[in-house]
């Protein structure tokens, strides 16, 4: 293996706290030369701060390290639908980020695309704009489909309640979810590494997105249980692990052996 794809949450850090050991695990990589990425679900900050947080936290990273679901949403819906005009019920960096490329708008009656993402922020009026616009026929697009998203103490609700909200209302299905575990954001990830698939190793905690999205694009997979995944929940993974790691900070081990 010679490049590393990280998640964050539950992976390197939980809420600001790092992963015992993961300050350690990146700096020894780092010194044996692993080029590695940072990919998040996770919306509610720019890629520029995300590094700024990893690099506060101890872990010194640059914004073009990280790959997170707004920018890759940004980027594919330019492609796909380009000058679209959208609406997302989503927090601030990903509308700064969309209206790089995009109009935003909250009338129902010119929104091309629904745009639903992690937001603490969602409330019926959000829901009802949304609603109205997938009634008249806006596409139905998320920047990731998580259910929780892990924080200190526990889980909160992310993006797929809002997804199931959606869905709920409007008997409408979401199209398109480029986030984990979306070839789409892999796209994303391997071109910055500039490596195939098959040389990297994946490192998550959550089996239906971390795991599976590697399983499906060739990566070796190394599930960490310091987020949301427990052991006894392999027994139903969609994809199971090649390995099995209590922290980050076994990584190094596991490439060491490998």
């Known amino acids: 293996m010679k490049g590393i794809i990280f998640d964050l949450d539950g992976t390197v850090y939980l809420s600001d706290q ?147 909200a959606l869905e709920g209302c409007s008997k409408r299905k979401v199209e398109v979810v480029v986030g984990k575990p979306s070839p789409i954001i892999v796209e994303v990830a391997l071109e910055q590494l500039g490596l195939p698939a098959s040389e990297c190793l994946m490192v998550g905690d959550r089996v239906e997105t971390d795991t599976l999205m590697g399983h499906r694009a060739g990566m070796i997979t190394a599930l960490v249980l310091t987020g949301v995944t427990r052991r006894a929940d392999l027994a139903h993974a969609p994809a199971p692990p090649d390995y099995v790691l209590e922290s980050i900070a076994e990584v190094p081990r596991l490439l060491s052996n490998g």
């Open 18 to 164: 790092l992963i015992p050991g993961a300050r350690e695990a990146i700096e020894h990589l780092r010194r044996r030369g692993y080029p590695m990425v940072f990919v998040s679900n996770k919306p509610l900050q720019s890629r520029a701060e995300y590094a700024a947080k990893l690099t506060r936290l101890g872990v010194p990273t640059r914004p073009d390290e990280v790959i997170n679901s707004s920018l890759v949403l940004t980027r594919h819906l330019s492609r796909e639908m380009p000058g679209a005009t959208v609406f997302a019920i989503g927090e601030r960096p990903l509308l700064e980020e969309l209206a790089t490329s995009f109009r935003l708008s909250e009338d129902p009656d010119e929104i091309e695309v629904v745009v639903a993402s992690f937001d603490r922020t969602f409330d019926y009026r959000k829901l009802n704009i949304g609603f109205q616009a997938l009634r008249r026929g806006a596409r139905f697009w998320a920047t990731n489909a998580d259910a929780t998203c892990p924080v200190a103490g526990g889980e909160i609700p992310d993006a797929g309640a809002v997804i199931g």
